[in-house]
């Protein structure tokens, strides 16, 4: 269990944290504050990727990478 969590924070270690601020659209929806990967040329490092574990909500990723 212990080297799952280690793999886990070293695939995310290099994607760091951007904090996105509330926004209101256009059309007036709301978005909430939120925090995501900054934006790189991979996806991944991204918390939704495969592999990857979200440390925020405590989610594992879902998504295939495509590159």
């Given at each position: 269990?212990?080297?799952l969590v280690i793999l886990l924070l070293a695939s995310t270690?290099?994607?760091?944290p951007v904090r996105v601020r509330p926004t209101v659209t256009k059309q007036g929806?709301?978005?909430q504050p939120h925090v995501r990967t900054s934006p790189d040329s991979t996806q991944r490092?991204?918390?939704?990727?495969k592999g990857n574990?979200?440390?925020?909500t405590g989610?594992?990723?879902?998504?295939?990478?495509?590159?």
């Open positions: 269990m212990k080297a270690a290099f994607a760091a929806v709301y978005r490092n991204n918390y939704s990727t574990y979200n440390l925020y989610k594992a990723g879902t998504k295939t990478a495509k590159h």
